[in-house]
């Protein structure tokens, strides 16, 4: 009889009222009864036949693993490469996708050992990443992919491009599209426009392509966004006319900025002056701003969210022009309560519209005035350190922080981002 099955049947049936059986085992002598307790011997006799089963079970036939195909590429420096870990082990963790950037523009590859915990990363994250992650890792991301399931994204079989963008899941159209748009522009606006009203879904991804490389002749099919029904996608159309300051919607702002910050000259020296709208007028939801309708702003917090977002979308020369001032100088000038909501629509100005003379008055008026308050004032400085120049972060390029203020993180992140670019232009070894 089957040893096994035997003991599942005594201790179902319980050793009050059955004999412990014997285990027979190969090799070994058969297992002589015990005069104590019979259940403890049922346990150990089930222990002893399992551990047998175990150790006697024939390997399996094992395939030997294909080899993986060389990479020319350098690996980054030592230096880099613990700092990869460092953003792989939560440092600055946002920041992973510009060390990925730079290290494929140097050609150089991630250390061997980072790239399970890379692939694990762009498993869960967005298509960009995923893409930066296959294109640094290379032939050994796409080797360790095929022992993974879980990693079948780096080496997702490339469709010819027309099928991409017929057939195609939401990666596989972005990046045909995304290619489409670098070799030849016109073309892919054109794209855009022939599919826009069948693809309400799409809507957003398309005009994530054009934020890439934007250009004045893109500003007609951003217009006609500007009348989509989504929020989403009349807010997208709006931040990217933005940061075209010639553009119509440009002006519109500015307009409509002027009527509410002004520079006034007091016995103590020069001082902003807010009036903040007091209503949301009905042209406002057609430029990407609030719900349809004219609104009446009854509250200051309403008041001030709608200054940021008219802020936000303003050219920045706006102010240098109308104030005669340097951005430094405009972001020194006191402004009470307002100031915060100056700083963040400011933020979002000079990132949309990539100017790196604001972020960087931005930055420094953080370091030398008033300390950072606010919810909306640190958010902003988040966003302007992980954009700004990464110069800013080297010795002596920004001013020092008053005596008593806190540390701020944007010189933290700065300086981290200067240290890691710096590391990856390093020569290999270093």
């Not at 302007?384 to 010189?411: K, M, N, S």
Request: charged share 25%.
């Amino acid at each position: 009889m089957n040893s096994w099955h035997d003991l599942v049947t005594a201790s179902l049936i319980g050793t009050e009222r059955s004999v412990v059986p014997a285990v027979a085992i190969p090799g070994l002598p058969p297992a002589e009864d015990d005069p104590g307790d019979p259940a403890a011997a049922l346990l150990d006799r089930a222990a002893l036949l399992t551990a047998a089963r175990r150790a006697g079970r024939r390997p399996d036939r094992a395939e030997p693993l294909p080899v993986c195909e060389p990479d020319p590429r350098p690996v980054v420096s030592r230096a880099a490469g613990l700092r990869l870990a460092r953003i792989l082990g939560g440092e600055h963790p946002d920041l992973l996708s510009e060390w990925l950037a730079a290290a494929v523009r140097r050609g150089l590859r991630p250390p061997a050992q980072s790239l399970p915990a890379l692939l694990d990363r762009a498993r869960r994250a967005d298509p960009g990443l995923r893409s930066l992650v296959a294109a640094a890792g290379g032939p050994r991301a796409r080797w360790l992919a095929r022992l993974n399931p879980d990693w079948t994204f780096v080496g997702t079989p490339v469709l010819a491009d027309e099928d991409a963008w017929r057939f195609g899941d939401p990666e596989q159209r972005r990046s045909y599209l995304a290619g489409l748009r670098a070799r030849d522009p016109r073309a892919a606006r054109k794209l855009i426009a022939a599919s826009w009203r069948g693809a309400s879904g799409d809507r957003v991804m398309f005009l994530s392509v054009l934020a890439d490389n934007l250009t004045p002749a893109d500003e007609r099919l951003l217009e006609n966004a500007l009348a989509d029904p989504a929020d989403t996608v009349r807010s997208w159309a709006g931040y990217l006319l933005a940061s075209l300051p010639g553009s119509a919607l440009a002006q519109r702002m500015a307009t409509r900025a002027r009527g509410f910050l002004y520079l006034h000259q007091g016995v103590h020296g020069m001082r902003l002056i807010v009036s903040p709208p007091a209503r949301r007028d009905a042209w406002m939801w057609q430029d990407g701003i609030g719900s349809r309708g004219a609104v009446a702003l009854t509250t200051q917090a309403d008041r001030a969210r709608l200054m940021l977002e008219i802020l936000a979308r303003t050219p920045l020369r706006t102010w240098t022009d109308e104030f005669g001032l340097t951005p430094a100088q405009i972001a020194a000038l006191p402004a009470g309560s307002w100031a915060p909501v100056l700083l963040a629509g400011w933020s979002r100005a000079a990132i949309a519209q990539r100017d790196q003379d604001w972020m960087g008055a931005l930055i420094g008026r953080a370091l030398t005035g008033p300390a950072p308050a606010t919810a909306a004032e640190i958010e902003a400085l988040r966003q302007l350190a992980r954009r700004a120049d990464p110069a800013l972060g080297a010795p002596d390029a920004l001013p020092e922080p008053r005596p008593d203020a806190p540390p701020v993180i944007a010189a933290a992140v700065l300086q981290f981002r200067y240290e890691m670019l710096k590391e990856l232009g390093d020569d290999n070894g270093s």
